[in-house]
């Protein structure tokens, strides 16, 4: 079936319910980025892959929103699907909310899988509809009801990793919590976010694909904890540490009977913007504290242990990279290779390195005109040959045991143009003067990112897309709740870097119809001295690869650029260089040569 007949199916369910509309969001019961295939109701509906989107049905139309990084995708993706895109934040287009109280009628009915929604989101279109007595029917699953060969619930064995690697034992992580509970006056802790059952337990899984982390709830009081799990993806041996340090164990779907039975006035701490409606309407007796979870800073600002394996991932996966890069650059126009075939040599290297778990995301291998498309990721239906020409933009990522890799290099595959060489050099001026930031503690990623943009805005150009997220260790390859986007987050308090956080350094340009170019190092957030004016702070270029000479335009960079890019090739250089050898050593030792005017 096509979209259009999937959505006939729906629209008849929802007649059938009384619905006037229907709305389908990205998200699995946790709030999740990436979700398992179980959840990909919205991608199955309307035929867009991207990572982000809703999608809304009424009874005559439908729409879908996304964010800037999808906007050519989603347009070429939804061609003939009969669904309009809407370009959230963009000048005239409505927010769900908005647009559902324009077209629900008086007294209607909106529906959804509250199990799926969370109960901000579910919260903020309650606002956009007050006054119209608008009902929410929450407990149809109408997407999967039109789903015939459905993929079944993920559930992929779980395994440990080792204290030393996360520097803090489960025992010491949930005592700390306990801690902050008795801070809030928090009776029960409800943990909804997979990747924060992750952290806490110093457990991870594989039931969502390139995060580790498996289908859970934790409920954690002063005396108690209990993890909702489907036990068969615990080994006997993990069970038994769990209940050695006061961990029950309880199934997965009994989440919601549990917060229910939860007495009368207990003081309930839950993150509504991770915690599903669901969650929310089943304590609707208890006293909920609704904030940020505690897991979320903690686990963002990594341990010494975490920091010192980072730094080692990191050299392991630059090595990877770097043979890559040579491999291709030497490779391309002599031999056949496409964009799929040249991501799955990068993922060739990267398993050659000890202690390699796999990809952190889908590889995003772009060629020429294809790198205009954010997160564009090749397929057997889109890829193309690289050619000795313009860019390759790789935006690829690894799991290893010590830690998460987030990077992106734009390769010149051969001659490139003016406009080519003038973008990449602009672009590379932003990153290397956001990456030298020295700033006192408190700022938030808010006030450094023009330092990013101000170059692009000077030559007339921007980029449609944050330029920094966190990382988790060995957990989701995008982790807040800090962040470097000059736009503040939707109901959200911003948060200030740490020293400890780990964050991407990522501006970017994209030409539509010709190239893209983004330049992507993580970074880690340093002590950088006090005086009288407080504590400043600095960040620590964790990624060790480097950028390509020959595409840049050097009257572009001013002295300061200059040095702070060759200071970068140095520290490149004498990283990666004791790993490699013969033809290799060589490309990497001219990549890394100091630039001379």
């Known amino acids: 079936m096509n979209s259009a007949e999937k959505l006939r199916l729906l629209r008849r369910r929802m007649q059938e319910q009384g619905m006037d509309a229907y709305v389908v969001v990205t998200d699995d019961f946790h709030g999740s980025e990436y979700v398992g295939d179980y959840f990909k109701a919205r991608e199955y509906l309307s035929g867009f892959t991207g990572s982000a989107g809703t999608l809304v049905v009424l009874p005559d139309s439908a729409a879908l929103w996304t964010d800037g990084r999808y906007f050519l995708q989603a347009a070429d993706q939804l061609a003939g699907s009969t669904i309009d895109l809407m370009r959230a934040g963009q000048p005239g287009v409505p927010t769900i909310g908005a647009f559902l109280a324009q077209r629900v009628p008086q007294g209607g009915t909106v529906g959804f899988d509250g199990r799926t929604v969370s109960s901000l989101f579910a919260r903020t279109m309650a606002a956009a509809l007050e006054g119209k007595n608008v009902r929410f029917a929450y407990e149809q699953d109408l997407a999967g009801a039109v789903w015939p060969d459905r993929p079944a619930l993920s559930a992929q064995p779980v395994w440990e990793l080792p204290a030393e690697c ?24 409800v943990l909804t976010a997979l990747d924060e059952v992750a952290w806490t337990l110093n457990l991870r899984g594989d039931d969502v694909r390139c995060t580790p982390v498996f289908l859970s709830f934790l409920l954690l009081r002063q005396e108690e904890a209990t993890l909702c799990v489907q036990e068969q993806i615990l080994s006997g041996e993990l069970k038994e540490k769990l209940v050695a340090c006061g961990v029950a164990l309880a199934p997965y779907e009994s989440i919601y009977d549990r917060l229910r039975a939860i007495p009368a006035g207990t003081a309930v701490q839950t993150d509504s913007a991770t915690a599903n409606y669901c969650v929310l309407q089943s304590l609707s007796g208890a006293k909920v504290l609704d904030r940020p979870s505690p897991v979320q800073l903690m686990k963002a600002m990594k341990t010494p242990a975490e920091q010192e394996n980072f730094r080692a991932a990191h050299i392991k996966d630059g090595v990877a990279v770097c043979r890559f890069i040579c491999w291709l650059q030497s490779h391309v126009g002599k031999e056949p290779i496409t964009e799929c075939s040249a991501a799955a040599k990068l993922e060739s290297f990267r398993a050659q390195q000890p202690d390699y778990l796999g990809p952190s995301f889908d590889s995003i291998m772009a060629f020429g005109p294809h790198g205009a498309i954010v997160h564009y990721e090749p397929t057997a239906e889109t890829d193309v040959p690289l050619e000795p020409r313009s860019f390759c933009l790789a935006d690829t990522g690894g799991h290893y045991l010590q830690g998460t890799t987030d990077i992106t290099r734009t390769i010149p595959l051969g ?11 602009v672009v590379l001026k932003g990153h290397l003067r956001l990456g030298a930031a020295r700033f006192p503690e408190g700022l938030c990623g808010q006030n450094l990112d023009i330092l990013a943009r101000l170059p692009l805005w000077e030559q007339g150009m921007d980029y449609n897309h944050g330029t920094g997220h966190g990382v988790g260790y060995v957990l989701s390859v995008h982790e807040g709740p800090q962040r470097l986007h000059w736009r503040l987050p939707e109901n ?9 956080m780990v964050v991407s350094n990522e501006p970017g340009y994209y030409a539509a119809g010709q190239f893209g170019i983004r330049h992507e190092n993580l970074e880690l957030v340093q002590r ?22 020959t595409a840049l335009e050097l009257s572009l960079l001013s002295e300061e650029e200059l040095a702070l890019l060759n200071a970068y090739h140095e520290k490149v250089r004498a990283a990666i260089a004791p790993h490699l050898d013969g033809e290799e050593l060589a490309w990497l030792m001219a990549a890394t040569a100091p630039i001379l005017r």
Request: aromatic share 8%; hydrophobic share 35%.
């Open 492 to 500: 959200q308090k911003v948060t200030a870097l740490a020293e400890g």
């Open 415 to 425: 001659p490139l143009t003016e406009e080519e060489r003038r973008a990449y050099t």
């Open 166 to 189: 996360a520097g803090l034992t489960r025992e010491e992580k949930l005592h700390l919590l306990r801690e902050k509970m008795r801070e809030t006056g928090a009776e029960v802790l």
């Open 528 to 549: 950088d001295g006090e005086n009288e004016y407080g504590r400043f702070l600095h960040f620590e270029p964790l990624t060790m690869v480097p950028f390509d000479r």
